[in-house]
């Protein structure tokens, strides 16, 4: 019998990964889970993934992931996805700066996630690195289950 305790959402707010929230938390409902929902700052630097340019300061260009920036995004994110979580319970939330990949492998084993649920098409996905699509990288290697919701309104073009 499949069942799932811990089940990792990847939060992106691309429009992918906000249709991916709706599965991740029937799932967790169904198995009577721990929903984790996870996002990675955005950075423009491959190479210093901890200069985010997401939740700055208006008129910052570039900014350090501080102690009170993650802070700051984590009640963003817990007042965007509270009605939408329904009351369900266990919930947690984390925000890391780093590569949204390594970061989301991570942390799902760090916390034995048995199920990843994420947008297939998210906010930096346009720009294909040499590293490859972040969910193409975290199905990849993922030691868990990992479930892609794509749009079926939404014309994907390579």
């Known amino acids: 019998m499949i069942g ?6 990847c939060a992106d707010y691309s429009e992918d990964a906000e249709l991916a929230l709706v599965y991740a938390v029937d799932m967790a409902r169904r198995y009577d889970a721990h929903l984790h ?12 993934p901890t200069e985010v340019y997401e939740g700055l300061e208006e008129g910052q260009q570039v900014g350090e992931a501080s102690p009170e920036l ?55 996905e346009t720009e294909h690195t040499h590293y490859g699509s972040t969910v193409e990288q975290v199905s990849k290697m993922a030691h868990c289950h990992v479930m892609a919701i794509r749009n079926p309104e939404k014309l994907y073009t390579l």
């Open 4 to 9: 799932y305790k811990n089940i990792l959402y």
């Open 70 to 124: 993650i802070e700051r995004v984590t009640k963003d994110i817990k007042l965007r996805y509270f009605d939408q979580l329904g009351g369900h319970q266990p919930v947690s939330y984390t925000v890391v700066a780093g590569n949204p990949h390594v970061e989301i492998l991570r942390y799902a084993r760090e916390k034995q996630i048995e199920l990843i649920v994420m947008g297939s098409m998210g906010k930096s």
């Open 37 to 48: 929902i996870l996002h990675v700052l955005h950075s423009y630097h491959r190479y210093l």
